[in-house]
């Protein structure tokens, strides 16, 4: 296998865009750093010609990450952390970061024509149209917290089939049989995700599974509560709710108090996300925990080797989630 900008950047030591930089602008790296990403690039056999494309490109030290989606802003807890990674790798680098959040795509599109950004990591409602404008003009791109199938685009993003999958077997280790989701509203590849590990779950432990125990709604306490409270309506009503995200969860909760339902002895309730709200609801909240900022670490990783023209950079990379316990389940 031919070495990689991220061996480079390993064995000597110091960030990826760091080393593309020692080849593309020699001249703005300190030669002590010059010499130690030269040595490793000699000791690897690591041709520069690899980031040719990087150094025709115009260079402006500038990325941007854009969220377009109705709603969101950087204040949501979940893009927050994302953001937070993502600041935590460009602050490694040299690279100025260009924030933007839109519910438009020709908002969030002006932002990156107007600061004359490099490269793009885009959240949110990403759709091919989006990406296809972002590359005819030259700029690399990569997706968080989404994929489009049939693009080879590069996209980092959590481990949705997996989360869902530990949060049913947790429910089904402690007994329960009928068990129901609540499905966000969310991009296509997070429900197909969340569908497919529901389904085959249910099924690979003998229980009745079938899109009857699948409720999609929006992802806020009010809309997950009247979904809640059909499923409870039901004569075989569920024992055990996981929803979409904390917030769902939290609706199923409220429809659970409603309805004069102890959590969790007569409905046991876990969420997705892991987020502050878990510890403020009562009993605390079980929830698969995502790490957002690992997310956004790596999203930079895949954009700066983009950017250094690597092209055996991941088309996809999935970060694992982790179940947390609490007395809500």
């Keep these: 296998m031919n070495p990689t900008i991220y061996d480079v950047s390993r064995l000597s030591g110091v960030s990826i865009a760091t080393v593309s930089r020692a080849f593309s602008n020699p001249e703005r790296v300190r030669e002590d750093t010059r010499r130690k990403v030269f040595e490793a690039a000699e000791v690897l056999h690591y041709s520069p010609n690899a980031i040719a494309r990087a150094m025709a490109r115009q260079r402006t030290d500038k990325i ?115 068990i129901a989701m609540l499905a966000g509203r969310f991009s296509p590849y997070i429900l197909g995700e969340r569908y497919r590990a529901f389904l085959e779950v249910t099924q690979a432990h003998g229980l009745l599974a079938d899109t009857r125990h699948i409720k999609l709604c929006d992802p806020t306490v009010e809309s997950a509560a009247e979904a809640c409270l059909e499923l409870l309506s039901r004569q075989d009503r569920p024992t055990a709710i996981f929803g979409g995200n904390d917030v769902m969860a939290a609706g199923a909760m409220k429809a659970a108090l409603r309805l004069g339902l102890r959590v969790p002895e007569d409905l046991a309730v876990t969420g997705l996300d892991d987020s502050s709200a878990c510890g403020m609801l009562e009993p605390e909240l079980t929830s698969v925990h995502i790490d957002c900022r690992r997310m956004g670490e790596l999203s930079v990783a895949r954009l700066q080797a983009l950017l250094a023209g690597e092209t055996d950079v991941p088309q996809v990379t999935v970060v694992p989630t982790e179940l947390r316990v609490r007395g809500s389940s």
């Design 64 to 178: 941007a990450f854009l969220i377009c989606k109705e709603g969101a802003t950087i204040l949501d807890e979940f893009y927050a952390g994302i953001c937070t990674g993502i600041m935590r790798e460009t602050n490694r680098s040299d690279f100025e970061l260009v924030i933007s959040t839109a519910a438009d795509w020709d908002t969030a599109s002006n932002t990156s024509k107007n600061k004359q950004v490099e490269g793009v990591i885009l959240g949110g409602n990403a759709r091919p149209d989006m990406i296809a404008e972002l590359q005819n003009r030259d700029l690399a791109v990569v997706l968080v917290n989404n994929r489009i199938q049939g693009l080879d685009i590069p996209c980092v993003v959590s481990d949705e089939y997996g989360g869902v999958r530990q949060a049913l077997e947790h429910l089904i280790g402690r007994g329960h049989r009928n």
